[in-house]
């Protein structure tokens, strides 16, 4: 049972170079999220997409793109890397809604990105 | 401001003992509560969760408790364990489509021998 799986676990890049960090379910989750995570901070959302072919802005959205063009993959790209982008960066992904009591995220590993 | 705040921001406690986190939050409405754990390079993982209705939960010695009128929740670990040393988050979902999470900045806590 893989769950989320997120690619690479590290990367380091220059200033201004692009990227793209990888995320794929495989819980048939319609719910798909991206999140960073910086010290002394709690995660910010930057895209989210509640569905194939639907993506939306989170809180922190400037300088990334995505895309969902099937239901397991939610892959984030770094248009030109700059030096406020190094964090952690989670991808998660859940059921859209449910009752009452809500829908466990479930998160990857993470990446450890560093822009030099 | 955060609208989930926790304290204390770290804790060190010698195993065998009992500690509580503490999470304030201004979100509202919200939908549910949970508490997740975080070990290091690791991603969160869910502990426990509330609605609004729930005043207690507990996940074996995680005790979860929620008062919605004073919008605060707490998170009880008793006998710790050396494996208890993570990071603890508190998580508030937002009422409406998809799954809108709001984090604390968590209680990074450490069990010594």
């Not at chain 1, 960073?36 to 194939?52: E, K, T, W």
């Not at chain 2, 929620?66 to 979902?93: F, P």
Request: with cysteine; glycine share 8%.
């Amino acid at each position: 049972n893989a769950g989320v799986t997120q690619t690479p676990k590290f990367q380091v890049l220059k200033t201004g170079q692009s990227m793209t960090l990888q995320c794929a379910q495989d819980m048939n989750h319609e719910y798909m999220s991206w999140y960073r995570q910086d010290p002394g901070m709690g995660l910010r959302l930057i895209h989210y997409s509640v569905g194939a072919g639907i993506t939306d802005q989170g809180e922190v959205p400037n300088g990334y793109n995505v895309s969902r063009s099937t239901t397991e993959d939610f892959p984030l790209r770094l248009l030109s890397a700059a030096p406020s982008q190094t964090s952690v960066y989670f991808c998660a992904s859940s059921y859209a809604s449910a009752p009452s009591h809500g829908t466990e995220a479930f998160f990857g590993q993470g990446t450890r990105l560093t822009v030099v | 401001k955060n609208q989930v705040e926790q304290s204390p921001q770290s804790l060190i406690i010698l195993e065998g003992k009992n500690c509580t986190l503490q999470c304030n939050y201004t979100v509202s409405p919200f939908s549910n509560l949970r508490w997740y754990k975080q070990d290091t390079g690791r991603g969160p993982v869910s502990l426990t969760i509330m609605t609004f209705s729930e005043n207690t939960k507990s996940n074996g010695r995680y005790t979860a408790t929620l008062d919605a009128d004073t919008k605060q929740s707490s998170l009880h670990i008793t006998a710790s364990q050396l494996s208890d040393s993570a990071s603890y988050i508190c998580v508030v979902r937002v009422p409406g489509g998809g799954n809108k999470l709001t984090f604390g900045t968590g209680t990074q806590l450490k069990v010594e021998l």
